[in-house]
């Protein structure tokens, strides 16, 4: 776990353990710190986690198999609606958490695999298109499923989604420990997430020093190579995309519990590319830079939109520029410099192998 001690730039690389036990200070206070500022700070900081389980997903995909999807946002709708059909009014079941998750997980990924078999033989800007073709695709669906039986409720979205309910906790009432103290639901629900990101990083992380995460890597490099040293890349192709896809689905279930609403507008082409976008400014392929692309780029939008309206509004009386805008425009710039001045990221893999005794003597002193 040493490597996603390098979210710590300089003591990441001077003293990892050290390193690791900052993360976790850190990771535990930082919502006591953001409801300084306000629970709005809390909030993003929950949107955060997810993007940060999503980015994780995405990197199995691009970062560690090479395959570019520009649809992944359709398995979080998948494990958002998922949890949206089986626990809300709208068809009248409430199923518990402990069934509604690992069914949306499921499906995603039986998503992740009906859209791996047609383009197991496409590659680069090929794959690209199709994949932005099947997250549109599946948001259309979402936007009109509504005859003659009405399954996603159209651009209403569907609202009065049951929360998270844990060993009896219902997560959205918060937690009273006494008469004058009491847990708000915002901390509950970081908290929870932070806990299925943790374990989504000792997932992955194993993954990727196993036979299955070195497979993806020879992939990755040399699809043809892979082929010839025995490698099955139809199956381990299809896996990727399952198993990314799961990630998605967990998501989206987590997310339509904090949110208590979905709606087709939640999942549009655009943050895809955002979620592509933090992999890549972060560092594709290590887990340490989707950590960092993911906090980054979700953060910097909401600190530019307390600063830039203001901002605005002082100097010419008027916005020219609202926050989706310079959202999308912060996306790009970052795009565009990461591209330019560190292609590989802000947190780069150190290497393509997955352990240091694979490595020549030369490779080690360095």
Not at 90 to 109: C, E, K, M, Q, S
Not at 113 to 126: K, N, S, V
């Amino acid at each position: 776990m040493n490597d996603i001690s390098q979210a710590i730039p300089f003591l990441g690389k001077r003293n990892p353990k050290a390193a690791l036990v900052a993360l976790v200070v850190i990771a535990l206070v930082s919502p006591v710190v953001a409801a300084m500022f306000g629970n709005t700070w809390v909030r993003i900081l929950n949107f955060a986690m997810l993007y940060i389980l999503l980015s994780i997903g995405l990197n199995l995909v691009v970062g560690f198999a090479g395959l570019l999807d520009l649809g992944y946002i359709a398995f979080y709708a998948v494990g958002a609606y998922t949890w949206a059909f089986l626990a809300s009014p709208h068809f009248g079941l409430h199923l518990p958490f402990w069934i509604v998750l690992p069914l949306g997980a499921g499906f995603a990924a039986l998503a992740g695999i009906a859209l791996g078999f047609p383009t197991l033989r496409l590659r680069g800007d090929y794959l690209a298109i199709v994949t932005l073709g099947f997250g549109e695709i599946v948001r259309i669906f979402m936007n009109n499923l509504t005859h003659p039986v009405n399954i996603t409720n159209g651009p209403q979205g569907i609202d009065q989604i049951d929360g998270m309910s844990l060993f009896g906790l219902d997560l959205n009432r918060g937690l009273q420990i006494t008469e004058g103290f009491q847990i708000k639901s915002l901390f509950l629900y970081y908290y929870v997430f932070l806990a299925f990101v943790v374990l989504a990083v000792i997932l992955v992380k194993r993954i990727q020093v196993s036979r299955i995460g070195r497979a993806w890597a020879a992939i990755r490099d040399d699809e043809l190579a892979a082929k010839a040293i025995g490698i099955n890349t139809r199956n381990l192709k299809l896996l990727a995309f399952a198993m990314g896809a799961t990630f998605g689905g967990v998501s989206g279930g987590l997310f339509g519990a904090f949110q208590g609403f979905v709606s087709p507008e939640s999942f549009t082409l655009m943050e895809s590319i955002a979620i592509l976008t933090m992999i890549v400014f972060g560092g594709m392929g290590n887990l340490a830079g989707v950590i960092v692309g993911a906090l980054a780029l979700s953060f910097l939008p909401e600190v530019l939109r307390y600063i830039a309206l203001p901002v605005q509004m002082a100097i010419f009386g008027k916005v020219f520029l609202d926050p989706e805008v310079l959202r999308m425009l912060l996306l790009s710039l970052a795009m565009i410099l990461m591209m330019l001045l560190k292609p590989a990221g802000l947190v780069p893999a150190q290497s393509r192998y997955s352990k240091a005794d694979l490595l020549g003597d030369k490779e080690i002193a360095q």
